[in-house]
């Protein structure tokens, strides 16, 4: 055992063994681990692509008191740290020779890290992103509520999902992005999806969620084509994930927004979702 109280391990298995319970413990904060780390377990060690995964856990009187995760070619996730406990990871990972490409973690964690990494490798940090944490309080469907229903989709809706999530990407930036090649890798590929669809069956809304870890759904994404927007169709499917994510006995149902975006932050707000933190990420030079 190191002197920092850091442990690492390239095992997935036994990481949930020893962490899983501080994981499960603060399910809306650590929607993230929980849902990598459950992608990995299911799916193998190459669900994000070729090469090791990296974990870690900070014990601290034999107890669990914080975690990280790095996955293939990415950068480093931990969970919230103490300005101390952030420059001891950030020497810790120097001293093994990691190269971060970034730093994705609740806000003040993010920064504090950033400013270690800074110090320990001369790495320049950049804040490229910076995310609001909602979670559900209590639902409170639209009204009025657009002509229309939900449907989830299907094996046979695959090829319009593929456009969907492209789309979506496309629209917010994202990369790569997605088609049949990328799909199985892409962060899609896990998630239950449903439609909000008019009287005469046209999709005009997509939002997908993740299975249920530990009590927490995370809703993500949430697109409707510009073209159709303004009418109450990312509401109406929000709320309908919303509500099968409860009836199947979530406890914690999150999602994160742009801050940017101040309508679709208001309209999380009016269907009951509470503003938790902020995350943020850093970008290294």
Avoid at 144 to 154: C, D, I, M, S
Avoid at 247 to 262: Q, R, Y
Wanted: glycine letters at 8%; aromatic letters at 8%.
């Amino acid at each position: 055992m190191r002197p920092d109280g850091w442990h690492l391990t390239h095992d997935v298995d036994g990481f949930l063994a020893r962490a899983g319970d501080f994981l499960r413990s603060r399910p809306a904060l650590h929607t993230m681990p929980l849902t990598v780390t459950e992608r990995l377990r299911t799916r193998g060690p190459d669900a994000y692509g070729s090469g090791s995964c990296v974990f870690g856990r900070l014990v601290r009187a034999g107890e669990v008191r914080a975690t990280f995760h790095r996955l293939p070619s990415r950068g480093l996730s931990p969970t919230a740290l103490t300005p101390e406990d952030a420059d001891a990871l950030a020497a810790h990972l120097a001293d093994l020779g990691y190269a971060l490409p970034y730093v994705s973690a609740h806000h003040r964690t993010a920064a504090a890290f950033a400013d270690a990494w800074q110090r320990h490798t001369g790495a320049t940090p950049t804040l490229r992103q910076r995310l609001h944490l909602y979670r559900l309080g209590t639902l409170t469907p639209p009204t009025p509520r657009p002509e229309g229903r939900g449907r989830v989709l299907g094996a046979r809706d695959h090829d319009a999902l593929l456009r969907w999530c492209d789309a979506f990407v496309t629209a917010v930036g994202e990369t790569p992005a997605i088609d049949a090649a990328s799909w199985a890798a892409s962060r899609f590929a896990d998630k239950r999806f449903t439609f909000w669809e008019t009287p005469d069956g046209t999709p005009v809304s997509l939002a997908g969620s993740t299975a249920m870890i530990g009590g927490m759904v995370r809703v993500d994404p949430v697109h409707t084509p510009s073209h159709v927007r303004g009418r109450g169709y990312a509401g109406a499917v929000t709320v309908e994930v919303s509500r099968a994510a409860l009836a199947a006995g979530a406890t914690d149902v999150v999602l994160f927004t742009d801050p940017a975006n101040a309508t679709s932050n208001a309209l999380y707000r009016r269907l009951g979702y509470v503003r938790v933190t902020d995350f943020a990420v850093y970008d290294f030079a």
